[in-house]
Each structure stands twice: as C-alpha cells, then as structure tokens.
C-alpha cells in the first residue's frame, strides 16, 4: 500500500482550535542568532514545521507553517506560532490547494541575527497559471514577522517544489536554489523584506540531458568554504536516477554540473519517497551525501557519496537493513530511506543519519507501525555497526492503543534543542495523530525520557494526522 504523504495537519488541527496565525509570539531580549533555526535570537533552536494540507481562512489545503519555540530546557510544545498567507505582513493570501508549506527550509537569509523560513508553495498562481512560489517568512525579536514572496516570471512550471539555501558563489550572501518539474533555478541574494533579489539563472539543461528534479539539497562539501549543493533525480532521456553535483565558486555554482548514477531502479518515485542530507559522516573535512531512497522496491536502502576536494566520489555505498549490524530484515514496502536526517545523537563528535522507514511491520501483528533507525558514522563514515531502531516496541516508548497504520518514521529530524551535545530524534507518526522527541544519550536515541505529543493532548480537539514536513 503506498504511504501518505508526508505533509500533515498540526496547523490545520491549531486552526481549528481557534488559535490564529501569529497568535503566540516568541520572548523579547533577542541577541545575535547563533542557529539556523532561532527564529527569535534567544539563543535556542525552534522547530519549524510545514503542512501543506493547513485549511486557512476557509481555504482547504492552503497550508501552513508552524513554530515550536525552543528554551533553556528544549522545546516548549506550549508556546506555537502558526503563520499561513493570511498572516499579517505575508504576501499573498491563503487559497485553496496553493500547498504553502509543502518544503522548508531555515537560514539567516539576510544576516540581520534572526533565522528565517523558506517555505514553498508550488501550486501557488502566478500571471494565471499555477507554477508556484516560495515565501521568506522573517524572523525577529519577537518570531516570525511577515513575509516575501518569490516567483519566476514566463513559463517555469512547479518553481518551487523544492528549495536549498547557502552562499553558492561566496559574495556573503544567502543565496536560493529552487527545482521545478524540469528547471534548477539559481537566484543570487540579497533577499530584503521588499522582496527585491539578485539575478535568477536557469542552470538546465545539462549536457544535453533533461534534468527532472526531485529534490535539492545544500551543504559544504568541498573545503574551500563555499557552499555547494546537490540536485537528485532521473534524466528524462535515459530514466536513470542521478545525482547532479554544483560546486559552489565566485561566478556562481560551477556548470555543467559532476553527474554520478544511483543504484535506484529508473521509474522510481524519489519526489514521493526519497529524503537527503548532507554531512561530514568521517570527519575528513569533506561533507558527505546521504540519499535515502525508499521506492526501489528491492532497493530500499540509504546510498551515500563521499565528499572529496573536487565533488563526490565515483563509488556509491549503500546501506540497507540486510548490512550487517543494522536491525531488521530487507523487505519490499518497507519503505526504508523514506526520510533522512543527520546529527549527533551520541555526542561522539561524528554526525550520525536518522533513516525513517514508515512501512515497517512490527512482528506478524502490527502492519505498517513504521520504525526509524539511526546509522552511527565514525572513521569509516557511515556504517551498520551499533545501528539502533526505534519504534514501539522501544522500552519506555509511550506505545499507543494500535499501532497498526501508524506510518511513524514519515518525518524524522535530528537536533540538539536541550543544548546537550547530543541531538534528540524527531519523528511523526501522522495516521494515529502523534510527534515523538527522543532524548540523545551515549549510546544514540533513546525511549527513557521520550515525548509523545497529540493533538487532543495539546487541547486541539481529537484528530489524526498530528506531525509534520521537517525543516532539515
């Protein structure tokens, strides 16, 4: 059976409560931002969560996106934020299936000291066709504070399906990359509250290949200091699945882009099922990519690249629940790769990869409960040894009454919100309504401790799908 979607209904659920967009604002007394995710310079990482799916002023599917603010303790899931398009200050206005909030992302796009959110919106309408948007939504000293929009005007079709930031041609400004159905646009900052930008650069096609683009994702790979950033998806030509490298340089990122195939079946769906992030997995000073890729049949698995001096190296290493030392066993519609996330969940120095598989059956009773493994990186970079999964059968995991179609694992993100040195484990369970935190320890994610949030819990009345697109 194919998974839903990942996009879920907490903002919509806050809506429906009453609570209005903008209505819990965040503390006064800002300082510098430190993270990319402080949206109100405290010093403290806050969640960012996107829901497409958000009825907004009437408008079913407009979207949504939702703040959990961080504090000395970690997140305060008391104090939310819910911003839509109808939202003071935001451009635009919420309609129905814009799908605001489809893919976030977080930076200090410009560098005023507060993090901001780039949210997409890709069937937003521009000049009478729905070819998309994304908006800036600008943090401050009392959280998010209005918003710009940003399209590309002609016949771009899908602008804004998915959204990478970072200074791509090191001029110390943040910079935008946005895929389409069949564009990779790159738009040079500064991006202001006016919503003025730099120029915007088509960087399709490449060498006569047709790029259909499934998702992008940024990071610095090389060690020159510059951002790069990966795009991955299927040539229309040939149906094989790539991976297109840009590195980052003074003119901007350098073309044509380093191509490298996936061990992925062409066909595969990795718009649907696939995450990737971007991490220093050895700690060789070369960022590393992870793509998990959960619609392969067979191949399920997380393929990763090694980061080198000049891109990726030719070799892809694949990881699948059949790799010695990771729990479980290799099994079609699984949906292991489903989502990825990277960070330091034991405090070892090494980031390690959170790897969402939200069709895992638990045993011969509990059909698709979903589980999420963590891949410890260390020397060797990646690999099965010490792998831990989570899921309900976790001791002092809050188990629920049936856990069968629960999908957890839909959505998992790693981060250090207590301020620890271990990053804890977010992941959605979106079918039975729940968002689970699990706290970082020496030996990874652990059940003791861990928080299992609802939406009835929150006072938000009783419905399901409680859980969210993670900014990563």
Known sequence: ?????????????????????????????????????????????????????????????????????????????????VVTQNSPGVEGAAETKDFFG????????????????????????????HRGTFTILWGSRTGLSGGSAYAIPGGTDSFAKDVAV???????????????????????????????????????????????????????????????????????????????????????PVAPPRKYNLPIPGGADLSYAAGATIADFDKDGYGDLAVGAARGGQGE????????????????????????GVPGVRETGDDFGFDVSAGDTNGDGYPDLAVGAPSETLGSEFWRAG????????????TGTNARQIDYTTAGFRRPADESDSWFGT??????????GRAELVAAAPDIGRLHLFPGTASGPTGTGSTT?????????NRAFFGAALAD
């Open 1 to 81: 059976m194919t998974p839903r979607i990942r996009p879920v209904l907490l903002a919509a659920a806050l809506l429906a409560a009453g609570l209005s967009p903008l209505a819990l604002t965040a503390p006064a007394g800002a300082a510098a931002a430190k993270y990319a995710d402080d949206f109100n310079g405290d010093g403290y990482r806050d969640l960012a969560l996107g829901d497409r799916t958000a009825t907004a002023g009437g408008k079913k599917e407009a979207g949504a996106v939702v703040v959990v603010w961080g504090t000395s303790k970690g997140l305060d899931f008391a104090r939310r934020t």
């Open 102 to 129: 489809t893919k976030i992302t977080t930076a200090d796009v410009n560098k005023d000291g507060y993090a901001d959110v780039v949210a997409t919106a890709p069937n937003e309408g521009v000049d009478s066709s």
């Open 166 to 252: 970072g200074d791509f041609n090191a001029d110390g400004r943040v910079d935008v990359v946005s895929v389409g159905e069949n564009y990779v646009w790159f738009l040079r900052g500064p991006f202001t509250r006016s919503g003025s930008r730099g120029k915007a650069t088509n960087l399709d096609p490449v060498d006569g290949e047709d790029i259909r683009p499934a998702l992008v994702v940024s990071g610095k790979v090389t060690k020159d200091g510059t951002a790069d950033f990966a795009v991955i998806g299927d040539d229309w030509n040939t149906d094989h699945n790539r991976v297109w490298f840009y590195r980052g340089g003074r003119s901007g």
């Open 301 to 324: 698995a997380v393929h990763i690249l090694k980061g080198s001096s000049t891109g990726f190296g030719g070799s892809v290493k694949s990881i699948t629940q059949n790799t010695a």
């Open 371 to 382: 589980a999420v493994t963590v891949l410890r990186g260390g020397k060797s970079g990646l």
């Open 411 to 420: 959505s998992v993100l790693l981060r250090d919100y207590n301020r620890d």
């Open 453 to 461: 949030l609802t939406v009835s819990g929150l006072g938000l009345g």
